[in-house]
């Protein structure tokens, strides 16, 4: 199931149903499934989720923070090597 945004988000009968959306073939917006967690998991799956997203972020800005380190290290070396020709 991709999920490209949310739709309806509702919380009835103890069950938090959150509606899936994502972009068909034609650029049309189309449910593309539905997560349904129960009022007693509702704290844990939440959690897990915001704890798993920011370990994402943080593993993204690392590799960000090393390809822009590499970027001026490669950058300075070739400045350096063109002022000793």
């Not at 509702?42 to 380190?69: C, F, H, R």
Request: charged share 25%.
């Amino acid at each position: 199931m991709l999920i490209e945004n949310l739709g309806n988000v509702t919380f009835v009968n103890g069950i938090l149903r959150v509606q899936c959306m994502s972009v068909d073939t034609d650029g049309a917006v189309k449910e593309s499934g539905v997560i349904q967690i129960p009022a007693g998991s509702l704290n844990g799956v939440l959690n897990g989720l915001i704890s798993a997203s920011k370990s994402i972020e943080e593993k993204l800005n690392s590799l960000d923070d090393d390809s822009n380190t590499q970027a001026k290290t490669k950058s300075k070396s070739k400045s350096k090597s063109k002022k000793t020709n």
